[in-house]
């Protein structure tokens, strides 16, 4: 194309967009949390600033969201982070959404089996708003659709892992070290425990490629008063998974005769390939609401500990697993909702030294009311897991002060033992203020 | 079971009952008549909502809603999408309506919240249930089937200096969250321009007061309607900025997929 041809192109495109109504909204946010116990630190105090620009003409659209961000507690700069950045394209059966999105297929509150297109940012582990503890990817979403069925289709070029933090109040503690029976590595070596230090490998922070896209489907229809949803997606796994591998030097044991001896373990963390399936559904009953959930890999891969999984497949086994989540929803008054889940995953054919438990099985109470014509909003939310009596409970009261302006205050407890999915953060128990002004 | 049947314009209309000169129809023969008159093929419109409380604050919204009637077609009686476009904080929150022509079915409704990305699929039978902090239950914004009250004509009355019919309907469910209504009607336009809604103890609960009324496409609508609720010392002013009737609107704008996208092309 010749050059006058492109300078044409790109200014017809610019005045596109300038005659395009341009909206521009947003917030600017005070969160600050304080640990309940000694020595009752805070834990968090970060101020956001956050700006959306919105831009419609005809049938596109298109949205960016900034956030600048800072944490006083956490001593870094201050972040300026592009949330999301997308186009859409509306056509009459066909819609395309291309660029930095979030995609949110599930249907359980609090918790992630369908969800899984986006990764997870964990740094603040579940006690975030959900729109920040899904990070955004760059991909290309198709969706066609006829009445209310539709086909949604992502093309997802971009990998990021998921975010977690291994130190600090939100950090999830890896072990610096390891102890085997020497002679599992070598016959000739005397039975005695074996400490070896851990190596961890940096993870990557996120990469693109076309050829090793992520990709999948959802199909959505609503069926005798029901909303159903099957879904399949070629993902990589988003928390890392360990391959492990051992250094050996050799020692010698006698004149002219030497042994390789364990020295340290390297931890090289890796993200393999997997094919998960799911389903969910959604169906009012009068007051009720029934929902439900389901995913299956046919093999995912975990961590494992043993002498037999650290000699032939590097201490990762691949299992199948599948969750499952079934949940109640009810209008107790005008004023008060209540909901309630039933989460359970399970790994089959299930080995020892797996470091994920065989199962799961967590329950949770949701109870939200809306008063004052909807001007004061308290919520209180608890996960228990049945397995390790591990807990977190949330209760939150929010008021609408002004249009614009929201106060609010909370409480967090976590417990547990320390080895358990809620009771490592048994510490982290704590009371948190958050003053929220839109424009 | 609730019918949500145009959402604003329904509140100030469905109490319209009885010709001028013709006091011998029975209160049914008046609904019933009144039914078939306002019932439009369609309705696109954007109103503004302003939430009052006791101490004089207020609180604002805007809504765009497109409405469809079915007349029964494929059992659907009605099929409304409303997308919030004001203030900033619930901005694109959308609500998607289906209401069935079997008195038994329950409405189907979807909730979609731009915070959580997410469409919710909420009870149907939720009759008392206020709307969006407004002082309008569903029920309130809903027009009701002929058969779901008593209807009995209490004489003439003046309101604002102009002579009403003034009726009382009391519903036949025991659940309904008022013991009575009663509407002071205007003769010559057909449409109610105060209605009190009385609680299940008797004492007065709310009052709708309905002015300035214009006829759009040969509708007589309200352009304003404030609802005073005196149990909470609150009330909700409703203006309607645009509306038309009978439009031809796309069937497939009444989908998830619509609501989710938070605009219509």
């Known amino acids: 194309?010749?050059?006058?041809?492109?300078?044409?192109?790109?200014?017809?495109?610019?005045?596109?967009?300038?005659?395009?109504?341009?909206?521009?909204?947003?917030?600017?946010?005070?969160?600050?949390?304080?640990?309940?116990?000694?020595?009752?630190?805070?834990?968090?105090?970060?101020?956001?600033?956050?700006?959306?620009?919105e831009y419609s003409r005809d049938n596109l659209f298109g949205y960016a969201s900034l956030d600048v961000m800072n944490d006083l507690t956490r001593q870094e700069a201050t972040i300026i982070d592009l949330k999301m950045a997308y186009i859409d394209l509306y056509g009459e059966r066909l819609d395309w959404r291309i660029g930095k999105q979030q995609v949110v297929w599930g249907k359980a509150d609090g918790y992630f089996i369908n969800d899984i297109v986006n990764p997870l940012d964990l740094s603040y582990f579940l006690l975030q708003d959900f729109e920040d503890i899904r990070m955004a990817t760059t991909l290309v979403k198709a969706k066609w659709h006829t009445g209310n069925h539709s086909l949604e289709t992502v093309f997802i070029p971009e990998f990021k892992p998921t975010k977690l933090l291994f130190s600090g109040n939100w950090g999830f503690a890896r072990p610096d070290s390891v102890t085997f029976d020497l002679s599992q590595f070598n016959a000739a070596l005397p039975a005695m425990p074996l400490t070896l230090p851990l190596y961890y490998e940096?993870?990557?922070?996120?990469?693109y490629s076309l050829r090793k896209a992520e990709w999948g489907f959802k199909l959505n229809t609503f069926l005798f008063g029901t909303d159903l949803s099957l879904i399949y997606l070629k993902m990589r796994e988003d928390r890392p998974v360990y391959r492990k591998t051992v250094e050996m030097e050799t020692m010698t044991i006698a004149p002219g005769v030497t042994i390789p001896v364990p020295t340290q373990l390297i931890l090289q963390p890796t993200h393999p390939w997997l094919k998960f399936y799911g389903f969910n559904f959604s169906r009012p009953f009068g007051m009720w609401v029934l929902r439900g959930e389901g995913g299956y890999f046919p093999k995912r891969y975990f961590d494992s500990a043993s002498m037999?999984?650290?000699?032939?497949?590097?201490?990762?086994?691949?299992?199948?697993?599948?969750?499952?989540?079934?949940?109640?929803?009810?209008?107790?008054?005008?004023s008060i909702d209540l909901s309630v889940q039933a989460i359970h995953e399970q790994i089959e054919k299930y080995t020892a030294g797996i470091q994920t438990d065989k199962q799961t099985n967590i329950g949770t109470l949701?109870?939200?009311?809306?008063?004052?014509?909807?001007?004061?909003?308290p919520l209180l939310l608890m996960l228990y897991n049945f397995e390790d009596e591990s807990y977190l409970s949330r209760l939150l009261v929010e008021w609408n002060y002004a249009d614009n302006l929201v106060l609010a205050a909370g409480i967090d407890l976590l417990g547990g033992k320390a080895d358990t999915i809620f009771g490592r953060f048994d510490r982290n128990d704590n009371v948190y203020f958050k003053i929220v002004y839109s424009f | 079971m609730r019918r949500i049947s145009y959402l604003f314009l329904s509140v100030a209309t469905f109490f319209m009952f009885i010709e001028n000169g013709r006091a011998e129809l029975t209160g049914r023969d008046i609904v019933e008549k009144v039914n078939a008159q306002q019932k439009v093929g369609s309705r696109v419109g954007r109103s503004k909502m302003v939430l009052i409380n006791k101490a004089g604050k207020t609180r604002e919204r805007e809504v765009l809603q497109y409405e469809k009637s079915y007349k029964g077609a494929k059992g659907f009686d009605q099929k409304m999408l409303v997308f919030f476009e004001f203030p900033a904080d619930i901005r694109g929150t959308g609500l998607l309506v289906y209401?069935?022509?079997?008195?038994?079915?329950?409405?189907?409704?979807?909730?979609y919240m731009p915070a959580l990305k997410k469409i919710r699929r909420i009870a149907g039978e939720s009759k008392n249930e206020y709307f969006m902090g407004t002082d309008f239950t569903y029920d309130d914004i809903g027009g009701r089937g002929v058969d779901e009250d008593n209807h009995k004509l209490l004489g003439m009355e003046e309101v604002g200096g102009v002579k009403c019919y003034k009726v009382e309907s009391v519903p036949i469910e025991p659940e309904n969250l008022y013991s009575k209504r009663v509407a002071w009607v205007l003769p010559d336009k057909w449409v109610a321009i105060r209605v009190d809604f009385y609680e299940k103890k008797g004492a007065l609960l709310k009052t709708l007061t309905a002015s300035d009324v214009r006829q759009v496409d040969g509708i007589w609508t309200p352009f304003k309607l404030e609802m005073n609720n005196f149990s909470e010392n609150h009330k909700t002013i409703l203006e309607i900025k645009e509306v038309k009737y009978n439009q031809p609107i796309d069937e497939n704008i009444f989908t998830t997929t619509i609501l989710e996208r938070g605009k219509v092309q």
């Open chain 1, 202 to 207: 940096t993870d990557i922070q996120g990469e």
């Open chain 1, 308 to 334: 037999s999984a650290l000699q032939n497949s590097n201490g990762v086994v691949a299992k199948p697993f599948w969750q499952g989540m079934l949940g109640l929803e009810y209008q107790l008054t005008a």
């Open chain 1, 366 to 377: 949701m109870v939200r009311g809306h008063f004052a014509n909807e001007t004061l909003s």
């Open chain 1, 1 to 53: 194309m010749k050059r006058s041809r492109w300078i044409g192109l790109i200014l017809l495109v610019t005045i596109g967009i300038l005659q395009a109504e341009v909206e521009w909204h947003g917030f600017l946010m005070q969160h600050s949390a304080f640990r309940l116990q000694s020595p009752q630190d805070a834990m968090l105090l970060r101020t956001r600033w956050r700006l959306n620009g």
């Open chain 2, 99 to 111: 209401t069935y022509i079997d008195p038994k079915k329950d409405d189907d409704r979807w909730l």
